[in-house]
Structure formats: structure tokens, C-alpha cells
């Protein structure tokens, strides 16, 4: 089973805590695909809606493939996710706990089929984040004093 990453969402690890995740199929026109596999997109405040007992990916980005011509896509459109009924009613469920939102990690081909990784998550807040970070340095330089004695 061959995975290969076309984009990521490394902002979200920073912005969210990542509950659950999810593998979801998309589904894409002929030449969003071509254009992710050439030079991909990006999932950069993108989010994942549900509306009429569907998914959605929203406000993701991908770029219109160069040899297009008059059969390009539109960059930002609306893109429709793919998942089972149950794992769909499970989500559906997930979501009307207050303070958590589905959000996009990223997408990927897996045995030539587009899929996305999505997570139900939780927003940090910016205490939060400086905590993270504040301990991330910390561990930082112990681990340089540790290597400059060795």
C-alpha cells in the first residue's frame, strides 16, 4: 500500500488539538488532480463543513493545472468528501459537542486514489500555543547542553 503526500496542513498541529482523525475520499475533476500531482495546493485555513448529510472541504486551494485551457477548475471550490454512512453519523455526532470542528491534515494519493486525512479538533488557545512552544525551546536546549558535554 503505497502512500504519497501531495500537501499538508502543518499550521493545523499548531493551531488545533487533533482528537480523532479520519480517511475520507474527495473528489476531484481531471485536472485538479493533475494539478495536485504537478504542483499541488494547499489546505491553509481550509475547514471541512457538513451540509444536507454531506461533507464538505472548503475554502482549500488548488492551483489551476497550466495545460488546462478552457477545461480548468476553479481554484477555491467547494469539494465534496467521501465516507461511510457510519463513520459519517459518528462525525455528525462528534460535531455538536461545543468547541469542535473537522479540519483537513492532509491530502494524498493512496494506490492512485486521491484521499484527504481529516481530524475532529479542538482549537488551543494562544496561552496554549506559548506554553508549546516555550516547552518545545526548553527541550531544545537541554538537548544542545547535553550534546555540547558529549
Not at 481531471?30 to 485555513?45: F, H, P, V, W
Not at 480548468?72 to 463513520?87: A, D, F, P, T
Not at 491534515?105 to 506554553?131: E, H, T, W
Request: glycine share 6%; hydrophobic share 35%.
Amino acid at each position: 500500500m503505497s502512500e504519497k503526500e501531495l500537501v499538508g496542513n502543518r499550521k493545523a498541529f499548531h493551531d488545533y488539538e487533533i482528537l480523532q482523525t479520519l480517511e475520507a475520499g474527495l473528489m476531484l475533476l481531471g485536472t485538479e488532480i493533475k494539478s495536485l500531482r504537478a504542483n499541488g495546493g494547499s489546505l491553509q485555513d481550509s475547514f471541512v463543513i457538513v451540509e444536507k448529510d454531506e461533507l464538505w472541504l472548503i475554502n482549500s486551494s488548488i492551483a489551476p493545472y497550466s495545460f488546462g485551457g478552457a477545461y480548468n477548475h476553479e481554484e477555491r471550490r467547494k469539494r465534496k468528501l467521501l465516507v461511510h454512512k457510519v463513520e459519517f453519523f459518528k462525525l455528525k455526532k462528534q460535531l455538536q459537542e461545543k468547541g469542535l470542528s473537522l479540519i483537513p491534515l492532509s491530502i494524498y494519493l493512496k494506490n492512485g486514489i486521491a484521499k484527504i486525512k481529516i481530524a475532529v479538533a479542538k482549537g488551543k488557545k494562544s496561552y496554549d500555543k506559548r506554553a508549546k512552544l516555550k516547552e518545545k525551546e526548553e527541550k531544545r536546549t537541554i538537548d544542545r547542553s547535553i550534546k555540547e558535554r558529549y
